[in-house]
């Protein structure tokens, strides 16, 4: 058996690899090699209930090709979330095939019932713009194409989410005039599902998906093209620069690493610094490398590889009795155990569950932050909101389990060099706005709403950009993810260096030296610039549904009554995020106040480093004199599973997370803020923007 760890890419040893199982789409699909002829049926995910429910009852609803004006609204925005509710992602085997679309909210009506697709016999899934935004969970296309999707077509398509399509080998396009085609029977060039994709994504879904393409990589089968700025140096961006010091020269060894520069659009292999998963993703992962590799396989270089339990410490608290009764608690606990036995098995580092107590040691992200991260570094994980580490100058992006499991034997990982969009924010923001206000405000820009940020760069910069902390930062880099980009990045600085020093003990004279060389050169290009002025921005809240539907508070018609506030998750559970909470209740305690009694305020720590921060500030106090509740560290409710989920639907909740898709925090209609307007409206009992006593009587004087 082929040993992953000695045989590095782009060296003569040849693996042998245990042949790749067929493809489930090969159930509905004929495929030659330039051709393709699908035997299905086509289901339209609708604005109109109704439609879909005539669709799953046998109805093949007609569409204008020509006239699109008379076809059905398609609907906008399906998260990943919709297509496989988080409590149905602890399966990683066909009866996923059961599941797609069961959160699939139309209206306030959730028409797709288990099964329902599955035995609909359909083949393609249509649906409008941003399909697939979200977290990056692979189970979304892999219960897709286990219920015989072999196609999705959509107006645009988050990057993540079409990633794990082409790696799994389910088709993606953006050609609606491919519908007639498909539901015609004809025979359609695969061409046209490579049309307009680099080269080795061209081959990547020639072959099937990823991990063929990658076992012919090794035996030197594929075309690994030039990369353009291999030999050349141009102006570039901060992002660019840590992409070119981290890019496999294609025609070399899998160890020379770094080129003068790159471009967007460039393709190719990227050395990865640091890889990690959680216990979502892991299992899977590990299922796929054990089956295709082999059960005694190693994985390459494990001192580079973490494991995390951070997503599911205190599912037993929240989830069901309908759901446990469909053993779903037990599959939550066989996700734990495959991850630890992997884990022991591979010598991988896992930072797991709390010995004297429930909890976690702390959530991926937050983690990976405070201890490992570093300026220049190109890290991946399995996690839509990897970009977190951006905070303080890495590229870090969001992969799906047939990446991280093909990175456990290259080290590497697939790239397309992305665009950058420059997003300046200058001046002195308002005392109570926040980075959450401002990654709020450029949420709901027609330019992001639109989709025309999806895959990009966000670049952050400006005055007011730089007058935040490394935590703050952090907020703007890890909900690039809600952006639909491909990560945030912030240039790194005095402060990177300063968190450098204080926070890891490092030497400030080699925190000073990794960041030399880390900004973006005159002359760089960007897809988009965006300007704003901080001073136009006020305390802003999302309204539920989608964290785009950004609104100020202050332009809210009628007052919102709360029943549950939360402030936690890797976006909100970190030592400044603590500050803010501490500063509105220990002001509400001055005045004797605290949490209004129609209220639950839930404060849970994104790491135990945070929580000892908490200890040593007093703030723990604080929090209990306010009435507010405290809670280990884990993602909890922010997907599910956890204290401070909702549980009717009428109920609201205002929440310091980073998402507030339908379902994602259970059936209450959720509104996202910032730290310090989620505690304020946690002690007023109603949404509010937050004003220390000390500013009212200077208003008031």
């Known amino acids: ?15 042998q690899v245990k042949p790749v199982i067929s493809s489930l789409l090969e159930r509905k699909i004929e495929k030659r090699p330039d051709k393709v002829r699908l035997q299905g049926r086509i289901l339209f995910l609708t604005d109109d209930p109704d439609l879909i429910k005539r669709q799953l009852a046998g109805e093949d609803l007609p569409w204008d090709s020509k006239n699109p004006a008379n076809n059905p609204k398609l609907r906008d925005d399906i998260s990943t979330d919709e297509i496989t509710p988080a409590h149905y992602c602890f399966y990683f085997d066909e009866t996923l095939g059961e599941i797609p679309y069961l959160g699939l909210k139309c209206g306030n009506v959730t028409p797709i019932a288990r099964g329902d697709v599955k ?19 692979e189970q979304s296309p892999y219960a897709e194409m286990c219920a015989g999707i072999c196609v999705v077509i959509a107006e ?14 389910l088709l993606t396009s953006t050609n609606f005039s491919l519908i007639d085609r498909i539901r015609n029977g004809e025979e359609i060039a695969l061409s046209e599902f490579t049309a307009g994709e680099d080269e080795i994504t061209r081959q990547v879904i020639e072959y099937g998906g990823l991990f063929p393409f990658n076992v012919a990589r090794l035996q030197g089968k594929v075309f690994l093209p030039p990369i353009k700025g291999a030999d050349e140096r141009r102006p570039m961006t901060v992002a660019e620069k840590i992409f070119a010091r981290h890019m496999i020269r294609p025609s070399a060894g899998a160890d020379d690493v770094g080129i003068p520069s790159v471009q967007p659009g460039d393709t190719g292999f990227a050395r990865a610094d640091l890889r990690f998963s959680h216990e979502y993703v892991t299992p899977m992962a590990a299922i796929f490398f054990e089956r295709y590799v082999g059960k005694d396989a190693k994985v390459n270089d494990p001192s580079t590889i973490i494991f995390f339990r951070d997503h599911l410490t205190f599912l037993d608290e929240v989830i069901s009795e309908e759901k446990k009764k469909l053993g779903l608690l037990d599959l939550a606990t066989q996700l734990k155990l495959k991850q630890q036995d992997f884990a022991k098995k591979q010598g991988i580092r896992l930072h797991g569950e709390l010995s004297d107590r429930k909890g976690s040691e702390g959530i991926c992200h937050s983690i990976v932050l405070e201890s490992y991260a570093l300026p220049g570094q190109l890290n991946i994980g399995s ?45 002195k923001k308002h005392p109570n706005v926040t980075a959450k206000d401002f990654i709020l405000k450029i949420l709901s820009l027609d330019y ?38 491909f990560t945030g990045i912030v240039a790194p600085d005095k402060k990177a260096v300063d968190f450098l020093v204080e926070r890891r003990g490092m030497d400030r004279k080699k925190a000073e030296a990794m960041i030399e060389g880390l900004y973006s050169d005159p002359g760089a290009q960007y897809a988009h610039v965006i300007e704003l002025d901080a001073a136009d921005i006020t305390p802003m809240v999302a309204t539920p549904g989608d964290p785009g539907n950004g609104k100020y508070v202050r332009d809210l018609n009628t007052p919102v009554p709360v029943e549950i506030a939360y402030g936690g998750t890797c976006t909100a559970g970190k030592n400044e995020d603590m500050d803010m909470y501490a500063q509105v209740l220990a002001d509400a305690l001055k005045q004797g106040k605290r949490v209004a009694e129609s209220v639950k305020f839930y404060i849970q720590f994104g790491s135990q480093e945070t929580r000892e921060y908490c200890l040593r500030r007093g703030y723990l106090d604080i929090f209990k004199k306010a009435g507010a509740q405290v809670i280990e560290p884990s993602c ?6 956890g204290p401070g ?5 009428d109920q609201v909740v205002i929440s310091a997370q980073n998402r507030n898709f339908p ?35 200077l208003v008031n004087a």
């Open 1 to 15: 058996m082929w040993d992953a760890g000695s045989a590095p890419v782009g060296q003569s040893r040849t693996p």
């Open 645 to 649: 989920v909702s549980t009717r639907p």
């Open 156 to 169: 645009n398509i988050e990057r993540i989410y079409k990633q794990n399509c082409q790696n799994l080998g």
């Open 663 to 697: 379902g994602r925090s259970g059936p209450g209609q959720m509104y996202l803020a910032s730290p310090l307007t989620v505690a304020a409206s946690a002690v007023a009992g109603y949404i509010v923007e937050y004003e220390s006593s000390e500013r009212k009587q």
């Open 383 to 427: 996690d839509s909101h990897t970009p977190h580490v951006g905070a303080i100058g890495c590229v870090a992006f969001g992969i799906g389990t047939t990446d991280v499991f093909n990175s456990w034997i290259t080290k590497d990982v697939r790239v397309k060099v992305p665009e950058s969009v420059k997003i300046t924010i200058r001046g």
């Open 636 to 641: 909890g409710a922010c997907i599910n599973a």
């Open 448 to 485: 992001v709403r639109s989709g025309k940020a999806l895959a990009k760069v966000m670049e952050y910069a400006g005055e007011a950009i730089e007058d935040l902390s490394v935590d703050e930062r952090a907020t703007m880099t890890n909900m690039a993810a809600e952006i639909g980009g």
């Open 119 to 137: 035995r609909g016999g359909f083949v393609c899934a249509v649906s409008g713009k941003r399909r697939g935004k979200g977290s990056s969970r």
